[in-house]
């Protein structure tokens, strides 16, 4: 694995959370969201956004295959998990 992974996903995890955190403001001032397993789905969306743009741009910043699959899904569940803990 190559050393360059772990910045490209934390990097990547910030953006994830920060763009969660914003599309979930965002659609509490139009819709009614007051419960934790409503925000949480309101947030996947962008999960699924994050690890995908992750595991998409991999191969652009210098990653293989592998490491660029291994980034998304790492963006993916650790935002999930954070998400939860945020969320429930």
């Known amino acids: 694995m190559n050393a360059k992974v772990v910045p ?3 990097g ?3 953006m ?3 763009a969660l955190v914003i599309w979930v ?3 509490a001032r139009l ?3 007051e419960d934790g397993p409503v925000l949480l789905l309101a ?3 962008m999960i699924i956004l994050g690890g995908y743009v ?3 741009f991999g191969p652009c910043l210098g990653l293989g295959e592998e490491e660029s699959l291994t980034v998304g899904v790492v963006v993916s569940v650790v935002a999930i998990i954070g998400a939860m ?3 429930l």
Do not use: E, I, N, R
Request: net charge neutral.
């Open 8 to 10: 490209y996903a934390l």
């Open 54 to 56: 992750a595991m998409s």
């Open 25 to 27: 403001l965002f659609l």
């Open 43 to 45: 947030s996947l969306p």
């Open 31 to 33: 819709l009614p969201l």
């Open 12 to 14: 990547f995890l910030l």
């Open 85 to 87: 803990f945020v969320f």
């Open 16 to 18: 994830t959370l920060l």
